[in-house]
């Protein structure tokens, strides 16, 4: 058994941002992570009714801040020269706090850390614009060349999305917010990894008023923009595979299969299709008690949970032997690239919409 994942039949209680206490089996977390988060962050599904990634709606809450890349981990120069690299970097997002409950219904009194599937992510994005074909990035310390794209677009088809709810299309989320100055809805765009290029990056259009050739691959067909926008179509890029030389052999990476046990591999494409990042996320809950390190990806990342104090919220952690202090749970930004400075385009835009 692979130390720090969720075993079935165990039984959880946890403590939520605001503090309600819940309690899950196993079979709970095969989609996602119903804790009570606010609206803008809600994991709730819409459009395609299909999360190709578990947790790929989360945003980080109250995230530690760390602009080092990884220790141990990579920067690798494109061949082609200039200062565009690919950066290896880490997201940890939705964790909580949270206690074991055996089948007696007896709470045990030490707290751990539990992150839900899709809420570990490893990301190696272009620090900028691209990786095309033929050049050089990094995977898990290794330095890898894309040889091949596959790109295949997803349409969702008569769907209704609340203001601030979000929903998964292609390699991206789109975040409704409300009515936009010309009628029309007015979203937020972003990858499954988190990287975002500004705030409305892609096209809408009435429905019946779709032109012959649209400015980029993402785009939707509207009907109604109001407290529920109403779509007909929401089309999106996503690549479905690629052709690595990794370590001088040659890999077939197929999105959303298995790359370690309990971890997921997914190219991630732009709106035009370009190969902005590759992600592996877990697709299980992982589980941390206090005094334990685990070591995943092979080895190349160790988390340390220290001390947990529960009145506080206040954690303290380590990610590859460097200590943190987290709020609540341990999530946290680690590294650069697109990726990151993406999520925190997201949570800044969200922050001024909400006013806080």
């Given amino acids: 058994m692979t130390p720090g994942i969720l075993r079935p039949g165990i039984l959880f209680l946890f403590i939520g941002v605001s503090l309600e206490l819940l309690f899950f089996s196993f079979p709970t977390w095969a989609s996602g992570y119903p804790l009570p988060f606010d609206p803008f962050l809600s994991p709730e599904s819409f459009g395609c009714k ?3 990634i578990p947790g790929s709606e989360l945003l980080p809450r109250n995230p530690v801040i760390d602009a080092r890349v990884p220790a141990g981990w990579r920067e690798v120069p494109m061949k082609k ?41 490893y990301d190696a994005t272009p620090l900028e614009t691209h990786l095309p ?10 330095e890898s060349v894309l040889e091949k ?4 677009e997803e349409t969702c088809h008569d769907f209704s999305v609340l203001a601030g709810r979000s ?26 990894d988190g990287v975002s290029i500004r705030p409305h990056p892609l096209e809408e259009y009435p429905d019946g008023h779709v032109p012959p050739k649209t400015p980029t691959r993402i785009f939707g067909v509207y009907t109604h923009a109001g407290q529920i926008a109403e779509y007909r179509s929401f089309s999106a890029p996503m690549i479905v595979r690629e052709n690595w030389r990794l370590g001088g052999q040659e890999k077939i990476l197929a999105a959303n299969t298995e790359w ?17 990042g ?21 080895g190349y990342l160790k988390l340390r949970v220290d001390r947990i104090l529960e009145k506080s919220g206040e954690t303290v952690f380590s990610v590859n032997g460097r200590p943190y202090t987290g709020h609540g749970g341990i999530d946290g930004l680690f590294g650069k690239g697109r990726a990151i400075d993406g999520i925190k385009n997201t949570l800044a835009v969200l922050a001024k919409i909400r006013g806080s």
């Fill in 50 to 52: 299909r999360l190709l």
């Fill in 81 to 121: 020269g200039g200062s565009n690299r690919t950066v290896e970097s880490l997201v940890i997002k939705g964790s909580a706090i949270g206690h074991k409950k055996d089948a007696s219904g007896t709470v045990a009194k030490e707290p751990l850390i539990v992150i839900p599937a899709g809420g570990l992510v």
């Fill in 133 to 142: 074909v033929g050049e050089r990035g990094v995977i898990f310390g290794k």
């Fill in 149 to 152: 794209k596959e790109m295949a």
């Fill in 167 to 192: 929903f998964p299309v292609g390699d991206s989320v789109i975040t409704y917010l409300g009515p936009g100055p010309k009628g029309g809805p007015l979203v937020l765009w972003r990858t499954v």
């Fill in 260 to 276: 370690f046990p309990h971890f997921r591999i997914v190219p991630v494409s732009c709106p035009i299709g370009h190969h902005i």
């Fill in 278 to 298: 590759l992600m592996v996320y877990n697709d299980v809950p992982v589980l941390i008690e206090p005094g334990q390190e685990i070591a995943l990806f092979g």
